[in-house]
């Protein structure tokens, strides 16, 4: 498994990070959930090497980072070339999501996040998908948010209550929906489903792609159906948390035409 490299971003000091070789060593031992291992770039000593060694074998993306970005995201100033960023909550699979419909004798209602990299549209889906009654979201371990302090504090603390699958692979999850029955809808630009006109009844996970990029290509085709938002302005797309909230509302709308609410 590579390195992922280094970005241009700029960090703040972060929550919920783990700090120092002795402590992320520990966390690591002790099955801490770690959304990413930021190692300091060109720091190749023997002690790094096996810290990275061991979040990989764990299945957590290793970053390389310069150390100057590293001393800017240390709360403590001792990093010693290596910070955690650590999950506020611990992650569920795909099965946990499903049985949680089940024990409720609904049908399936479920988001895929698909590379989702900004905490603030993360925190903001997630929000939205606890107060719609979602049974669960899926992401992605790698080039995406994961349940990390800022996406918890964006969520006003539904990340709490809402069931997360992270996942090495979005394609095999939605492998795993669709035995169990679950249509999956991707949200795009240029679907060929507008969205009032799809019906979004009975067991079902809606797609958000990224902010940027939209679905990937393997995800997109591996949806059973590709719906579209209407635009009636000139801009051509909505910020991912504002296509997620209005997707999910019309999928709640629907599902619920027959109840008095």
């Not at 240390?74 to 099965?95: D, L, N």
């Not at 590379?115 to 903001?124: C, R, T």
């Not at 992270?166 to 669709?178: G, H, Q, T, Y």
Request: aromatic share 4%.
């Amino acid at each position: 498994m590579r390195n992922e490299k280094d970005s241009n971003k700029t960090f703040a000091p972060p929550e919920g990070y783990i700090e120092g070789r002795n402590a992320v060593t520990e966390a690591l031992r002790a099955g801490r959930p770690i959304d990413k291992l930021f190692v300091a770039k060109g720091d190749a000593d023997a002690g790094l090497s096996r810290i990275a060694a061991m979040a990989k074998s764990a299945g957590i993306p290793v970053v390389d980072i310069d150390r100057r970005k590293l001393d800017t995201m240390s709360v403590t100033g001792a990093h010693q070339g290596v910070i955690a960023a650590c999950a506020v909550k611990e992650y569920v699979s795909v099965a946990e999501i499903l049985n949680i419909a089940k024990e409720k004798g609904e049908d399936p209602f479920i988001i895929i996040c698909d590379e989702i990299s900004d905490p603030h549209n993360l925190g903001a889906i997630v929000r939205t998908a606890e107060a719609a009654g979602v049974h669960g979201i899926i992401i992605p371990k790698r080039r995406s948010a994961g349940a990390t302090a800022t996406v918890a504090k964006t969520s006003a603390g539904a990340v709490e209550y809402m069931p997360i699958a992270r996942v090495p692979n979005i394609v095999s999850a939605i492998e795993e929906l669709k035995k169990a029955g679950v249509w999956i809808y991707g949200t795009a630009a240029d679907g060929a489903s507008g969205l009032w006109s799809t019906d979004l009844k009975g067991p079902i996970a809606l797609v958000i792609g990224s902010e940027g990029d939209g679905m990937s290509r393997l995800v997109s085709e591996n949806c059973d159906f590709k719906l579209s938002i209407p635009m009636a302005g000139k801009i051509s797309s909505l910020n991912a948390s504002c296509s997620a909230a209005i997707v999910i509302y019309e999928a709640v709308r629907q599902r619920n035409q027959d109840n008095k609410r």
